[in-house]
């Protein structure tokens, strides 16, 4: 874990934009030019991306050539509005939902056969690799269902697994040793209510998952707006 005030790796960098919505067309611009560079996109879910997946669904993007997957998913049925693949379909639009490997799972499945069962569709679908990967955090500075202090955070060897969450039920997620795998981090991270964790996380070197998801060895891009990023003092930030 790196020290207070330092990044968390070498080729971090923090922007900060005046609000969401234009959180939301830098995202989608940073996206549209990297993407080609990529051959796996991975979704965060909530509701953090939405606008930036709208933008998406508008951009001159070659979906052909990229696999997308989902960072995590909540254990709902398929058609429940809590689905992250639900939303992230309704929201890159068509073309793209046309590209999108989501967990399948039925009621009657076991959480980690299912997890099981998407580890394989990764494995098949993105042989080399994440990708570039989009994650949000929570305010309590989880990210995908990396949650504080859930076995999920201790797997290894796994790429996908099932993680009871306390108060909020099942969930699938990416492991760390997955993430650490992406080409690149792109983080969106927007609202007061995050201030305060990102402040510790990034001016403090806060222990968090999203901490140390941020330090796991990928280059680490976090697009802020000035709501979340209120708090920082040590941290450099970027304002374009
Ligand atoms: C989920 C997400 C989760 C999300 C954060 C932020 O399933 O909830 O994948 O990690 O990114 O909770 O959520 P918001 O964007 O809604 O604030």
């Known amino acids: 874990m790196n020290g207070p005030g330092r990044l968390a790796s070498a080729c971090m960098q923090v922007i900060a934009l005046a609000d969401r919505e234009q ?20 979704l965060a879910g909530g509701t953090t991306p939405e606008a930036t ?21 909540r254990w709902v049925p398929s058609d429940h509005s809590d689905r992250n693949s639900r939303m992230a379909r309704d929201t890159l639009g068509e073309t793209a939902a046309g590209r999108l490997e989501a967990p399948l ?17 990764l494995r098949r ?11 949000g955090m929570g305010d309590d500075g989880h990210t995908a269902s990396l949650f504080p202090t859930t ?18 039920g099942w969930r699938l997620t990416a492991t760390i040793d997955y993430l ?23 001016d403090a070197g806060g222990d968090f998952p999203a901490r140390t998801v941020m330090d796991s060895g990928p280059p680490v891009t976090v697009i802020l707006d000035e709501a979340a990023a209120s708090q ?8 374009p």
């Open 53 to 73: 997946y709208r933008l998406l669904s508008q951009a001159p993007i070659s979906w052909e050539r990229l696999t997308l997957w989902m960072t995590d998913e």
């Open 105 to 121: 799972f039925g009621e009657l499945m076991e959480p980690d056969r299912a997890a099981q069962d998407y580890e394989r569709v």
């Open 151 to 168: 076995s999920a955070l201790a797997a290894k060897n796994r790429t996908y697994v099932a993680n009871e969450v306390p108060g909020r």
């Open 180 to 202: 650490s795998q992406a080409d690149r981090l792109v983080f969106l991270i927007a609202g007061e209510t995050k201030a305060a964790v990102l402040a510790r996380i990034l």
């Open 23 to 42: 959180l939301a067309r830098y995202s989608a611009d940073v996206l549209t030019t990297s993407l080609p560079r990529h051959r796996g996109l991975g």
């Open 125 to 135: 679908s993105l042989p080399d690799g994440p990708g570039l990967v989009l994650l």
């Open 232 to 239: 920082l003092s040590a941290t450099p930030v970027n304002r």
